[in-house]
């Protein structure tokens, strides 16, 4: 009997409108729509989960990232055209790493379908004795 592993996917959609001013500071909007491919509810909306844009090469590029609302977007204004990744992730879900071209003017977006995966969570407790010296 075949067994077949979630997996997470993504679809790009180009923006057709052209912000001027962006353009002149080589910058970009990105518009991530994130869903659960293999949930409870699969194609359900994922809230709280973060993006943070990277570099596949070694730079000083500042952390850029966001967190998601409870519609399940996360609106990242005013990219720089240096990023080429982006890295979508929540607890209970496969992180998973989305190749992006930030084209310089464009609002795109990005849908994503998160495979989820099993969590353990554990939780450490540490106790405090007043009577112990520091």
Sequence with gaps: MPTHAPSAKHEIRHGRVLDTAYVR????RLIFHVRG????NP?????????????????DLPPLGSIGDSAG???????????TLAQVRRIGYRAYTVPVVVRPGY?????VD????PVCILESLTLFDHRLPN
Excluded: N
């Excluded at 194609?43 to 730079?59: E, H, K, N, Q």
């Excluded at 977007?73 to 990023?83: K, L, T």
């Excluded at 998160?114 to 995966?117: E, F, G, H, P």
């Design 25 to 28: 500071r080589s910058l970009g």
């Design 37 to 40: 491919e293999w949930s409870i």
């Design 43 to 59: 194609g359900a909306v994922i809230d709280g989960y973060i993006v943070a844009l990277g570099d596949s090469a070694v730079t």
């Design 73 to 83: 977007i996360a609106v990242m204004d005013a990219v720089p055209i240096a990023y």
């Design 107 to 111: 609002t795109d977006s990005i849908i």
């Design 114 to 117: 998160l495979a989820s995966t």
